[in-house]
């Protein structure tokens, strides 16, 4: 008997420490709903993504924010900022991008779809924290016109080693850059009298991001058309942040085993532990409507020469791994 009481003993012991491995992993969505275009940030000891609400245009009138100390776990902050704080969105509020600034915390969003001669484009909001409430700091757009043929869309935040802050930007396959002011209200133009500069990569359609690592600049983005399959991710590395940007190929792109369409991104770096995310959204398998796609994440890796590896998607996701 005791026997018997010892070998359940230790298989209920192996059981619950299976379950306890699998519950220091974040899975993948990490959160219910439909959420994309993730913006993953870091401030402090809290990891944050700032996502897309994944509903037809006109539904699309707010954004949701989620916090999280290790990955796994994710707390909701609800409507960080809607149609009440912006008055002149009307319809498509997607793609926010945060940064922090003396205390300030700057969310620049796309809404309106705007085209040639419409009101929308780029806007920026201000909060004293980073779960909001977020209140339009300008009134209007930042970025409204179409520039270099792009549309004022899909807007990144990057501060350089300088303290510089560019913003990249735009869709229908064209990608600018301009260095903001000191104040977030407008730009400043470069040397040669240009407020925004075309730095188009490869086969660029939207979604652009930046990263520092080792010195130097990898510039990232979505290729393909995000409602369909072949939505994917690809990347170049340059030895300063306005190029010029050479396609080294996708990193990031549909596995039929895992999930579809998988795009519009951003990337995580936890300095303690040295590891480097890349938080993503993809359809899940079987789904035919294009607004249903789900927020991830899963770690990014590079060989010894510093090239991306090719990201490989999972439901599992992530291990536990605090800021601290």
Not at 81 to 107: F, N, R, V
Not at 182 to 195: K, L, M
Request: glycine share 10%; proline share 6%.
């Amino acid at each position: 008997m005791k026997k018997i009481l010892r070998s359940i003993a230790v298989v209920l012991f192996a059981v619950v420490a299976v379950s306890c491995t699998e519950a220091k992993r974040s899975g993948n969505p990490i959160v219910e709903g439909w959420y994309a275009d993730p913006e993953g940030v870091i401030f402090g000891d809290t990891y944050w993504v700032y996502p897309t609400w994944s509903k037809p245009f006109k539904e699309q009138l707010h954004f949701d924010a989620f916090s999280s100390k290790d990955l796994v776990t994710w707390q909701k902050h609800e409507r960080i900022i809607d149609q009440s704080s912006i008055s002149w969105l009307t319809h498509a509020l997607w793609a926010p991008s945060i940064i922090e600034k003396e205390g300030k915390y700057y969310l620049m969003f796309s809404c309106n779809n705007v085209r040639e001669g419409e009101v929308g484009g780029i806007g920026v909001a201000v909060a004293d924290n980073p779960a909001g409430p977020f209140k339009d700091h300008l009134g209007k757009p930042l970025i409204n016109d179409i520039i270099n043929g792009a549309q004022p869309i899909d807007q990144f935040v990057f501060k350089d080693t300088d303290g510089t802050y560019y913003m990249y930007y735009g869709g229908w396959k064209h990608c600018n850059v301009g260095k903001l002011n000191d104040d977030f209200t407008g730009f400043v133009p470069f040397e040669n009298g240009e407020v925004f500069k075309e730095i188009t990569p490869g086969e660029y359609v939207e979604g652009p991001f930046m990263f520092i690592k080792d010195g130097k600049y990898y510039f990232m983005w979505s290729e393909g058309k995000w409602r369909k399959d072949n939505y994917r991710v690809a990347y170049a590395i340059a030895d300063n942040p306005l190029g010029p940007f050479e396609s080294r190929g996708v990193i990031l792109q549909t596995d039929k085993e895992i999930g579809t369409g998988a795009g519009h991104h951003s990337v995580m770096h936890n300095p303690r532990s040295g590891k480097y995310y890349i938080v993503y959204h993809r359809h899940p398998l079987g789904s035919t409507d294009g607004d249903d796609r789900r927020t991830c994440i899963d770690e990014l890796h590079f060989d010894a020469e510093g090239n991306i590896l090719p990201v490989k998607m999972t439901f599992e996701g992530v291990e536990a791994d605090p800021l601290k």
